[in-house]
């Protein structure tokens, strides 16, 4: 074989070999960029890209003017990547003082091979962007002063968060409640309708590259949906003074607790639902669970004279006594096994039933009670609310406790008749006073106006229910028995307001102590309503177990008159005029007004005779 040929085979056999490899080479791209390009892809997006949640701020709960109560507000938590942190003293230094940690804790976890440590919680905005400035003003001084090598500092990021706020503080604490660290409801509205509260979470995806996101790469792949806002009834300066008032009459009675609720009689809803002692909702550490229940609602009591408006208009209604009929009214009355008497020892009086309400006679509710059977009575307090959940949208309601009738003994129909023997809570009475208020029409209270969803669309709250109790004309003769409770010969003057009619009732129960299961202390009520004729709101108080003077016209009567006048003059209801006729309240003035009647008739008969 001559050398050429030998270089032609050599030649061609580089060349063959060459075309192999060609060939082997082209098969592999085929296979990568056509039959398996999905899966390669697939596995680069398994490894580089990452998924993380875009957090949904939760709905603001707002007064009926749009005062925000709570509300979610952006901020950040603060993370660290141990891996890719090279000089934890210089970065701790440097983020200690912005960030208020410990410079030795905080270089401390800086070291390590964790790719997430939470730094901090939750730090406002400005906190964060003034961290990043830090470390890059540090950064670019390095870069310089090492003629283009830096010593560069990395390892913190954030992930954007909301906190809640609640900027009204401890104003309306009971009804707002508060939500826990993983963001959820614990406790008042923030609990009950957190359902409707809570937004829907987003997310997106990224390259991840060495833990930090690689620009330009993030995908949101769902929207986050902001949750619903709740419009309460509930008016911000209402629910101010009525706070104040409460506060300063607990602290002043030195009382265990006290409660003040503002309704609308013809709609149930509540302008104000103040509770002293509060809390802040906001900071919760530290702070007795005892303050975070909601004593209007999940307290109950025995209501005493507040609940005598139940007997009395209940035997108006079934015709057995009407406000002007003369009654015997003892000081002691003996029931079954026990002795019942009134507050203060008198003689035996001559009193029409007005004047027993007015005095808050116990033996003559208890004779007025006896007009009815025990059923008939049991079912007017179940139609006044009495051992029934209000249904006032807050949580925790109780219903109250009432015996059955064939649980009766001897005394439980005279006890129930001047208000002891069961037990309501302070919506509960509120609701019924509301009833007399509203021509005897008792409507469900509610706190929640409606709610407006993310895109800011309105729905009402569905209209409150309503049940016929008594009639109008009963519930009319009612509230004009009830004004004697303020005039000067009731038991609450100091509720009375200048230039307008007042209607209300005093109650002074004696206090059931759990403890003992014995009765202990007190609790004293003023409920009422204005203007009497045309009642527009009512005003309940409510102060459990004060010290000292423990009587509910003298403790509730002044915290009433407060939150009334202020509430008339801010819903601009104009004065009322004085009543062309009120009710008698003892057998002489009654003798009085038929004497001068029957006098005016025959004056009137003569002067028709001699014309």
């Known amino acids: 074989m001559t050398h050429s040929s030998l270089v032609e085979r050599r030649i061609r056999f580089v060349v063959a070999i060459s075309l192999v490899l060609l060939v082997a080479f082209a098969v592999r791209l085929i296979d990568v960029q056509a039959v398996r390009a999905a899966g390669y892809a697939n596995r680069a997006d398994m490894e580089l890209a990452k998924k993380s949640i875009i957090m949904a701020p939760r709905g603001a709960i707002t007064d009926i003017n749009g005062v925000e109560f709570a509300r979610s507000v952006t901020a950040y938590r603060i993370l660290a990547d141990q891996a890719i942190i090279d000089y934890p003293k210089e970065l701790a230094e440097i983020a200690a003082p912005i960030l208020d940690v410990n410079q030795s804790w905080l270089e401390a976890e800086l070291v390590g091979d964790r790719r997430y440590v939470v730094i901090s919680q939750s730090v406002r905005p400005a906190v964060w962007r003034k961290l990043e400035a830090a470390v890059a003003t540090y950064n670019a001084e390095v870069s310089k002063e090492k003629n283009g090598y830096a010593k560069r500092l990395a390892g913190f990021f954030a992930e954007r968060i909301y906190v809640r706020e609640y900027p009204e503080g401890e104003l309306g604490a009971a009804v707002i409640g508060f939500i826990n660290r993983a963001g959820t409801g614990a406790a008042g509205l923030e609990y009950s309708m957190n359902s409707t509260l809570s937004g829907v979470d987003g997310a997106y995806t990224y390259a991840n590259a060495g833990g930090t996101i690689i620009p330009g790469t993030q995908k949101i792949t769902a929207e986050a949906i902001r949750g619903n806002t709740i419009r309460l009834t509930i008016d911000r300066d209402v ?13 002043n009675s030195r009382a265990l607790s006290g409660t003040v609720i503002v309704m609308d009689p013809k709609n149930g809803q509540i302008l104000a639902h103040a509770t002293y002692p509060s809390f802040q909702p906001g900071n919760t550490k530290g702070v007795d669970p005892y303050r975070w229940k909601n004593p209007s609602v999940q307290e109950v009591y025995e209501p005493g004279s507040t609940g005598k408006v139940i007997t009395i208009a209940a035997a108006i209604e079934e015709g057995k006594i009407s406000p002007e009929t003369v009654m015997t009214i003892p000081y002691k009355l003996k029931r079954s096994n026990k002795v019942f008497s009134d507050h203060e020892p008198h003689p035996t009086q001559r009193l029409t ?23 008939k009575l049991h079912s007017y307090l179940k139609k006044f609310g009495v051992a029934e959940k209000p249904g006032s949208g807050l949580p925790g309601e109780e219903g109250g406790k009432l015996l059955d009738v064939k649980d009766w003994s001897g005394t439980t129909a005279p006890t129930v008749a001047f208000g002891q023997g069961y037990s309501v809570t ?41 049940l016929r109790v008594v009639s109008a004309d009963t519930a009319k003769q009612m509230r004009l028995m009830m004004e004697s ?28 102590d759990d403890s003992c299961g014995c009765y202990r202390g007190y609790t004293a009520s003023f409920i009422g309503f204005a203007p009497a004729d045309k009642p527009e709101f009512v005003v309940s108080v409510t102060i459990q177990d004060p010290k000292g003077f423990h009587w509910g016209g003298y403790l509730g009567g002044p915290v009433f008159k407060k939150v009334m006048s202020f509430v008339l003059k801010d819903q601009h209801i104009p004065p009322t005029a004085p009543a062309e006729f009120m009710y008698v309240l003892n057998e002489k003035d009654l003798k009085a007004r038929q004497a001068a009647a029957q006098d005016k008739t025959q004056n009137q008969t003569r002067v028709a005779g001699n014309g």
Not at 239 to 251: M, N, P
Not at 354 to 373: F, P, R, W
Not at 431 to 459: C, E, K, L, Q
């Open 426 to 466: 302070a919506m509960q009475a509120t609701s019924i006073f509301a009833t007399i208020a509203n021509d005897g029409v008792r409507v469900t209270p509610t706190v929640v106006a409606g709610v407006s969803d993310a895109a800011g669309r309105y729905t009402p709250a569905n209209k409150q229910k309503s």
């Open 485 to 512: 409770v303020v005039s000067a010969s009731g038991t609450a003057p100091a509720a009375a307001i200048s230039g307008y009619r007042v209607a209300g009732k005093t109650g002074t129960a004696q206090r059931v």
């Open 353 to 375: 039933l007005s004047g027993a309400l007015a005095v808050s006679s116990n033996t003559g509710s208890i004779k007025v009670g006896e007009m009815l059977s025990n059923d």
């Open 239 to 251: 629910q101010w003074v009525a706070q104040e008032a409460i506060r300063t009459a607990v602290k």
